[in-house]
């Protein structure tokens, strides 16, 4: 089985940055499309970004979009979600995930339904 583990969050100020990690082991990292999603209490869950297995296409939400970005180091088996310009509305549970038992081409962008596998969550605080 494939195991995803978040790390990286924290309490930041209104407009300060942080840089969560998610390190994928127990499969093939490059085989996987990968995504952020985010929950606060009594929200529903969002997709935040996602990124195809090749990388080529991804995903951004509008809430995030020029200030969040998805990477991803194929060495360290681990993709990334570089958050800058943080708002107090960012102030979330954040999952890494990642669709593992679907077997998809290299350029599909998966849907937000598609996720199946899922880290444990990393807490993001931003203070006003």
């Known amino acids: 089985q494939v195991q995803l583990v978040e790390s990286g969050g924290g309490l930041v100020q209104a407009g300060g940055s942080l840089r969560l990690s998610c390190v994928v082991s127990?499969?093939?990292?490059?085989?996987?499309?990968l995504g952020w999603f985010r929950q606060a209490p009594g929200e529903e869950r969002e997709f935040v970004t996602g990124?195809?297995?090749?990388?080529?296409?991804?995903y951004i939400a509008d809430s995030v979009k020029g200030r969040f970005t998805i990477s991803r180091d194929n060495a360290k088996n681990t993709v990334y979600l570089q958050m800058n310009s943080l708002k107090p509305e960012d102030t979330s549970l954040y999952y890494c995930?990642?669709?593992?038992?679907?077997?998809?081409?290299?350029?599909?962008?998966?849907?937000?339904?598609?996720?199946?596998?899922w880290g444990q969550g990393t807490q993001v605080t931003v203070s006003s």
């Open positions: 995930a990642a669709v593992v038992r679907r077997r998809v081409t290299s350029n599909y962008l998966p849907a937000k339904d598609e996720y199946d596998s």
């Open positions: 127990g499969g093939t990292f490059n085989a996987y499309a």
């Open positions: 990124m195809s297995w090749s990388g080529v296409n991804t």
